[in-house]
């Protein structure tokens, strides 16, 4: 088949051509957009899912439906070694010139909060940074998100925000990417400034998208995060939704898949977005013709898993240490071993740590550094006391196929 037409998309955050198996997340975000642009009461929203289920992709479509109602939306990608005052500065800055940048006083004194806001140490006590400017033309405004404590600022930085955007008739949306990996002062910050803007009712919301153990790190740092947020869980696609994923981009270019086909992707996917679009691509370059056959799905196969080894999956084992390694390899045969006994094992392939400990011959004591080294990298999490899993699907899978 021409691989020029071939409609499939596995880039890292890329939009697929049909973004199946989401219809209820955006309409239900279209609510919320609706609701508090007439003032009614919402939450700021937070998905959680592991890697390759497509949660940038739909906070990058959330934040289309945003544009489309008007919104003023900025986005940023946490890190965890970047504090949030310029990334946020930055987002916000675009929010408010996509408000259509209305001329006056308030816009000026707005734009000089961010700048102040920006160029603030986070430090109390800390005087002005003049090294970096966020591009803001407006002098920054005195006395005003930059006290230097990030939690009274950025309830102050986002009220004075969501007051411009209730002059204007218009909201604010902020996305922000990989949440969890935000400092705690500033996830407390977060935190604070959602709960006054909520009580204040001002349009402005927050959505966030991180890994499986975000609610975990946002309840950790304020017990009312619990109901501060609307929790979304993204996970893998339901067999329908997959064959649409797959289906609806092949017809537009006119071919289709037999039903034995889609049978075998799904089996070989398991319903996550990232692999139903690398297996279609690859599957569709090596049909000959249209439909594309369980045998096409057969011999695409092993180039699929070649292309996920290195990109998706040994891109992360890469950056982890001999030691941190021999962790993950015992916590894909601790789960291997659990399944031959009978017990339930999920996606992430969840493991107890004192059953890598017992693989190992060591104490879990003298584990901790490998184990708390990948829970900093983004390897592995903690969903629960005592256990630990994979944040990549199909990654213990991985591991045991490579040896």
């Known amino acids: 088949m021409d691989p020029i037409r071939n409609p499939?998309?596995?880039?890292?955050?890329?939009?697929?051509?049909?973004?199946a198996g989401r219809d209820e997340q955006l309409q239900a975000f279209d609510i919320v957009l609706e609701r508090i642009a007439r003032g009614r009461p919402e939450r700021s929203i937070v998905l959680t899912g592991l890697r390759g289920v497509g949660k940038t992709v739909l906070l990058n479509a959330l934040r289309s439906a945003a544009?489309?109602?008007?919104?003023?939306?900025?986005?940023?990608?946490?890190?965890p070694d970047q504090g949030l005052r310029r990334p946020l500065s930055a987002a916000l800055h675009v929010a408010v010139r996509e408000l259509g940048h209305p001329q006056g006083d308030d816009v000026d004194h707005v734009l000089g909060v961010i700048k102040a806001f920006a160029q603030r140490d986070s430090a109390?006590?800390?005087?002005?940074?003049?090294?970096?400017?966020?591009?803001?033309?407006?002098?920054?405004?005195?006395?005003?998100?930059?006290?230097g404590d990030i939690e009274i600022d950025l309830v102050e930085l986002l009220t004075d925000v969501g007051g411009l955007a209730a002059d204007v008739g218009k909201g604010v949306a902020i996305f922000v990417d990989e949440m969890q990996d935000l400092t705690a002062?500033?996830?407390s910050a977060v935190c604070a400034a959602c709960h006054e803007i909520s009580q204040s009712g001002l349009p402005v919301i927050v959505v966030g998208a991180g890994r499986p153990h975000l609610?975990?790190?946002?309840?950790?740092?304020?017990?009312?995060?619990?109901?501060?947020?609307?929790?979304?869980?993204?996970?893998?696609?339901?067999?329908?939704?997959a064959d649409l994923a797959l289906v609806a981009p092949a017809e537009d270019e006119g071919a289709e898949f037999t039903p034995e086909a889609l049978e075998a992707m799904y089996a070989a996917t398991a319903g996550y977005p990232y692999f139903v679009q690398a297996y279609g691509k690859v599957a569709w370059d090596v049909a000959p013709r249209t439909p594309i056959?369980?045998?096409?799905?057969?011999?695409?196969?092993?180039?699929?898993?070649?292309?996920?080894?290195?990109?998706?999956?040994?891109?992360?084992?890469e950056r982890a240490t001999p030691a941190e390694r021999e962790y993950l390899r015992a916590m894909a045969d601790a789960a291997l071993a659990m399944a031959e006994a009978g017990e339930d094992v999920d996606e992430t392939e969840s493991v107890p740590t004192s059953a890598v400990a017992t693989l190992l011959d060591r104490k879990p004591q003298s584990l901790s550094p490998a184990r708390d080294a990948l829970l900093k990298?983004?390897?592995?999490?903690?969903?629960?006391?005592?256990?630990?899993?994979?944040?990549?699907?199909?990654?213990?899978?991985?591991?045991r196929a490579t040896g």
């Open 377 to 399: 990298k983004g390897l592995i999490y903690s969903g629960e006391r005592g256990r630990i899993a994979f944040t990549v699907p199909h990654f213990g899978r991985y591991l």
């Open 293 to 317: 056959s369980a045998e096409d799905i057969k011999v695409a196969a092993p180039e699929a898993e070649a292309e996920l080894a290195v990109g998706f999956f040994g891109s992360r084992f």
């Open 124 to 147: 109390p006590g800390a005087k002005l940074r003049e090294k970096w400017n966020p591009g803001i033309d407006a002098p920054a405004v005195s006395g005003r998100a930059d006290s």
């Open 185 to 187: 002062e500033d996830v």
């Open 8 to 19: 499939y998309a596995p880039g890292a955050g890329q939009r697929p051509p049909e973004l």
């Open 67 to 79: 544009v489309r109602a008007h919104w003023g939306t900025g986005k940023l990608e946490a890190r």
């Open 215 to 241: 609610p975990a790190v946002l309840s950790a740092s304020k017990s009312y995060s619990e109901r501060l947020f609307r929790y979304q869980r993204i996970d893998r696609l339901d067999r329908s939704a």
